[in-house]
């Protein structure tokens, strides 16, 4: 079983910066592939971001696309969310999330963001 915690949330302005990590316990994490996902007020949960188990390939989704980067650290059991040029839609409780094959998906508590205009 793996348990997520994330950190790094909180209030910017538009155009400023915010990195999200999301710190893992439990073995094999390097066996995971990890994603974020966000959560606006009265929206479905999003796709943000994924990063396969070894950290060599990644995918956005367009609206992100260029401003944010995900990238893992096996040796800290650690993903992050490196957020630039944020907009006040960005704004959202961001979760992540890890996933293998044959194993049942894994959730942080969230950590919310929230960008000013």
């Known amino acids: 079983q793996v348990q997520l915690i994330e950190s790094g949330g909180g209030l910017v302005q538009a155009g400023g910066s915010l990195r999200l990590s999301c710190a893992a316990s439990?073995?094999?994490?390097?066996?995971?592939?990890m994603a974020w996902f966000r959560q606006a007020p009265g929206k479905e949960r999003e796709f943000v971001a994924t990063?396969?188990?070894?950290?060599?390939?990644?995918n956005y989704a367009d609206s992100v696309k260029g401003r944010f980067t995900i990238s893992k650290d096996n040796a800290k059991n650690t993903v992050y969310l490196q957020m630039n040029s944020l907009k006040p839609e960005d704004t959202a409780v961001y979760y992540c999330?890890?996933?293998?094959?044959?194993?049942?998906?894994?959730w942080g508590q969230g950590t919310q963001v929230t960008v000013s205009s």
């Open positions: 999330c890890a996933r293998r094959t044959g194993d049942s998906e894994y």
């Open positions: 439990g073995r094999a994490f390097s066996t995971y592939d």
């Open positions: 990063i396969t188990r070894s950290g060599r390939s990644t």
